[in-house]
């Protein structure tokens, strides 16, 4: 049987379906027994049994093989919950066994998809790094010594080195985003509520989304087409608009940064983003530069402010009775949270509204925002030495966003001096999610690029979106 490393969609839906129902499934049995079973990137993997349970339930459906994701595999992060294994979120003490699967997991099972197991992450969403978990510290998949990004970490890992054709991740400060980059990925944050939480372990409860990673703007495009779903038991959840944007037309305007912050790795990055921007400005794009100093303060309010009280609520079980239990690092920022009353709460949710409507103000003009997905790519090691620090100086360009009800796709472009991997994100409106994918496209579509970590490049068009998958004009 072919080897299944670094197949898209595509590949597996058209492998799939030309195969009987015996080979669908031993070739789901192959691709995951070739995986390595101490890879930190995973929490759990699907045996044999797993794959031939959740394969036999595929084939109870009429008419299966004409399901659009038939047998295609994917991974999901260990705070989502997936039938059969327990959910985790980085933390044994807090697991449970979930009674059902999460929402989403729900419709991409009933899309014909199967699930590879569960993926590590930053315990409970809590960092940008993905190394605050028991479960190993989780590399990017270009180098065994940098950080993957968090929180979605694993979820990221995988896909960039071909495992999982496409995975699920958390998002609310950036961790949909983040380890896009440092995977060298498409990371799609969608609008708040587009896609269901019911199931989802929260951070922060109102900022969450569910993100999606790919290889290509097409799988992730076919993702969240299928995905994006209103769901009734989710309080935070919005149906999608009637009508929604398939493009900001033929000339955007988007505004960068004026003094980009890249911290200690300007020489590595500084030329990168500069390159990006003159490039997308080549597509037609009318840059605008501008202090983003409103954002930078937004962005600081998630951990400096009583957001961080929500996450006690989920840990509180925990923290109260066996905080020795939790990552230190995680249980000092969350413990933060008992230094604000309740009068703080009210002070910081009017500095943030006010913030807000100064960058609505401010950028009304504008059709969105482009930026560095993330300033810097630190090492493990560094991490290890500064876990505060480094950890926040990642959130810069991606803080801001979830408070701000901002849909956000981050993309790669290009690569450092010292082979790592470098993204910028291209963020707008809430309900811009196919003008982003769209604007994306006229960036990645020309270009031959190599995929994730995998030793191939991308055939030239492969990042095109696909015209049926699009919303009606």
Known sequence: MATTIGWGIE???????????????????AHTAAFDKDDTAWIEIAGETELAAAWAELQKIPEAKSLPLYGVPFAPKDNIDVLPWQTTVACPAFAYQ??????????????????????????????????????????????????????????????????????LGTDTAGSGRVPAMHNNLVGLKPTRGALSTTGVVPACKDLDCVSIFSLTLP????????????????????????????????????????????????????????????????????????????????????????????????????????????????????????????ADVFEWEHKRKDLVREIEVKFASCDGFLVPTAPMSPTIAAVGEDPFTLNSKQGTYTNFVNYSDYSALAIPAGFRPDGMPFGVTLVARKHCDYA?????????????????????????????LVESLLPAA
């Open 219 to 342: 799988d992730a495009q076919r993702v969240f087409k299928l995905v994006a779903q209103y769901d009734e038991r989710d309080s935070y959840s919005r149906p999608l608009p009637a009508v929604m944007p398939r493009t900001f037309g033929p000339t955007p305007r988007l505004a960068v940064p004026d003094v980009p912050l890249f911290f200690t790795d300007t020489d590595q990055v500084g030329s990168l983003f500069d390159e990006a921007v003159a490039a997308f400005a080549g597509l037609g794009v009318e840059i605008v530069k501008a202090d983003f100093t409103p954002m930078y303060k937004l962005g600081a309010c998630l951990y400096e402010g009583p957001w961080v009280a929500e996450r006690y609520t989920v840990v509180r079980r925990v923290i109260e009775s066996t905080p020795e239990a939790m990552d230190p690092t995680v249980r000092a920022i969350i413990a933060g949270s008992k230094k604000f009353d309740a």
């Open 11 to 29: 590949d597996w839906l058209s492998a799939q379906r030309a195969s009987s129902s015996e080979e669908g499934l031993a070739r789901l049995v």
């Open 98 to 167: 979930p009674t059902e699967d999460a929402a989403i997991v729900k419709i991409l099972r009933a899309a014909g998809a199967i699930p590879l197991g569960k993926t590590n992450m930053d315990q409970f969403a809590t960092g940008l790094v993905g190394t605050r978990t028991p479960y190993g510290a989780v590399p990017s998949a270009l180098s065994p010594a940098h950080c993957s990004g968090g929180s979605s970490a694993g979820s990221a890992n995988v896909v960039s080195k071909g495992q999982a054709p496409f995975s």
């Open 436 to 464: 982003l994918l769209d604007l994306a496209t006229k960036f990645l579509a020309p270009q031959r690029r190599r995929l994730g970590a995998l030793a191939r490049t991308s055939t030239e068009g492969a990042d095109a």
